[in-house]
């Protein structure tokens, strides 16, 4: 099939745009995909060796798959993804699998393997477009597709290993899966960098490339993670500087620039200096994308949530998190609600069935809906990593949510932040106690605040946010929290010292033990007052 010229393409986008807001329109449209969804991944789960060890039915209804089927872990799965691996057909998914994304294993410390089917593929490319189409749509024009399209966001290399059989089978990141579904019309046209440039697997070189060759380019769209985005906006700048008058904002090196795509993290004040790195007129665009599939992309402004992508053949459902326990996935089926019962304000632990075999898989993320007439959600944290040793129920998102207010109020910069559960007392079985906050603030703070000061701050806001939290205090179950001010660097030299962590340049937030907290206190000195 022949490569016309852009012009083609960016006309085909403008019409696009205006069939996503029609079906965007059509509150029942949401739920109706996801009953033609289930009925089509059934039929293909129920001829896999999976299907019948689950007993599923190529006409099964909702309620039966709801009773019978049990939900699953990567752990319950792993032994099947190996046997995919060996070459066997028809375990997960009809047919046979060589190609598997591979997570960053940010929960547990290890990498997982997962496989990606041809449907898969499809998935990936249909919400990609969708991501695209929904900042079309918000900025009422098609104007992203003048211009390049750079991804940043760690290399796109994959990696080949030899199974058995003279088999071979191929692993990558996300990235690098993304990368692998362009169509050609979009590698010549939008994507940057070329492929020799983004597989290179040594980070700097790859940088000092990527901007070498987009520096004088017409770039329209950004994206990446917060961090990498950062990262590539100094060097931009900098690398721009060397060359004349030194720019602002991205936006006086690449004008046309308008939107930048970021994912997988709470922003806070990583949004605003990313705002003012890239400058007026170019937006900031959510996306929610994990290696089991896209979940949900921005699809209007920022505070009302995101969109949950439910017409690209992923099957969702939701269990309340009050239900959850990690160690009885197997009797918590029937806990679950599919999409048209879900909540506004409720976190709910995200359950998928997917067109690369994942059936009833627990993903271990938390999500809470905003507008469940618009399928709007935002992610609020992990299983793995939310506070409830004294009942109170506070996840990532909640901590996250009150420090930023809280510094923002009173000027002052987080650089990293982490929160534990403190015991003080048990009274007739109940630990009583408090959480214990270590904060690292940002060089150049306006003014610095004094843990105590921070503590009381903190208390009150998450009260405002978190009902639970509220009653808890109201009840003395918890005191009023901690707050130590830790010097420059220290987040840093623990992420240098725990390999666990440190290949994903984020530290744990909260966790419901004193793992971290403990190490923390042992590193290096902090301002009490």
Partial sequence: MPILPKFFYRLGASFATVRVAGRLGQRKAAVAA????????????????QGRDLGLEAEMDYRTFHTRVALQSYETIAPQID??????????????????????GATTGTPKDLPSSDAMSTHLRQATADT?????????????????HLLYAGSTAM?????PAGRFIYRGNVTAMLAALVPPWAARHLLEPPAKISQSTEPAARLRNTVNRTLQQDISLVAGTPKTLLHLCETVLHRAATRGTPPTNLRSVWPNLECVIHGGVFLGSDGDELKRLCGRGAQLHEVYLSAEGFIAVQDADHALGLRLLTHHGIFFEFLPLENFRADQLDTLGTKTVPLSAVQAHVNYVLVMTTPAGLCRYV?????????PGKCRLVYVGRTSQWLHTFGESVMERDLASTLDKVCRQNQWMVKN???APLIDESAGGRPRGRHEWWIELKPGTVKTPTGPILAAALDVELQRINETYARQRAAEIMTAPTVWLVIPGVFAHWMEHNRTWS????????????????????????NPD
Avoid at 93 to 102: A, D, E, I, K
Avoid at 132 to 148: P, Q, S, T
């Fill in 34 to 49: 996801q009953n033609e969804t289930f009925r089509q991944l059934l039929r293909q789960l129920a001829v896999t060796q």
């Fill in 83 to 104: 046997r995919i691996k060996n070459g066997e057909t028809d375990v997960l998914w009809p047919g046979t699998c060589q190609l598997f994304v591979r997570s960053a």
């Fill in 132 to 148: 695209l189409l929904f900042f079309a749509r918000r900025a009422k024009h098609a104007e992203i597709f003048r211009g390049r």
């Fill in 159 to 163: 990696t080949t290993q030899q199974a």
């Fill in 363 to 371: 993903l271990g993320d938390v999500v809470r809906f905003l507008d």
């Fill in 417 to 419: 932040f982490h929160v």
């Fill in 503 to 526: 290949r994903h340049s984020k530290i744990p937030h909260c966790l419901n033990d004193r793992r971290i907290a403990t190490e923390l206190a042992q590193l290096a000195p902090f």
